[in-house]
């Protein structure tokens, strides 16, 4: 599979992360969001 197949899934992946974390911890998530090494 070409590299772009695995960059959308760790886009995908990231955006889901993001968006878990800061509905668990919205206060926590604008303080100090997490960073991603991709």
């Known amino acids: 599979m070409p590299p ?3 960059r959308k899934i760790k886009n ?3 955006l889901f992360e993001t968006n878990h974390i800061a509905n668990c911890t919205n206060l926590d ?3 100090q969001p ?3 090494p991709f």
């Open 4 to 6: 772009r197949f695995y």
């Open 12 to 14: 995908a992946m990231w």
């Open 29 to 31: 998530y604008q303080i």
């Open 34 to 36: 997490k960073t991603y």
